[in-house]
């Protein structure tokens, strides 16, 4: 079953799909083999970016792995206000924390037809 069939249920109805590139040339219809053209065309060009990417990917891809208690470096910029103190926090037994609210930032009320909606941003 083709796959245009699988996913809507019906034949593709594409004059692409109706020769073979054989019978194109018997009939002479410019139409057909014009569109078979750009097709192995398109494939031809898709498979060449493939491999182009592939290996990019492979020259430049790597294993990387590792060991527990091995330190690692990762790039990012730090902000003073994130720092977060484990002393104060006390942890659940499925390891999550009540987060206490500090300030209220904004606060925004959407209307609807019968009923409106605030939405608090903490």
């Not at 990417?53 to 206000?81: E, F, T």
Request: proline share 4%; aromatic share 8%.
């Amino acid at each position: 079953m083709a796959p245009y069939e699988a996913l809507y249920g019906r034949r593709c109805r594409s004059p692409v799909g109706w020769f073979e590139p054989g019978e194109a040339r018997l009939l002479g219809t410019d139409l057909v083999q014009d569109a078979l053209d750009n097709v192995k065309v398109t494939q031809e060009r898709l498979r060449t970016a493939h491999l182009r990417q592939k290996s990019y990917g492979d020259r430049n891809g790597r294993d990387v792995s590792y060991m527990v208690g091995k330190k690692v470096l990762l790039k990012c910029i730090g902000d003073p206000s994130h720092v977060f103190d484990f002393i104060t926090v006390q942890l659940d037994d499925d390891l999550t924390y009540d987060v206490e609210p500090v300030a209220i930032l904004e606060l925004q009320v959407r209307k609807l037809r019968s009923k409106d909606i605030a939405s608090v941003k903490v």
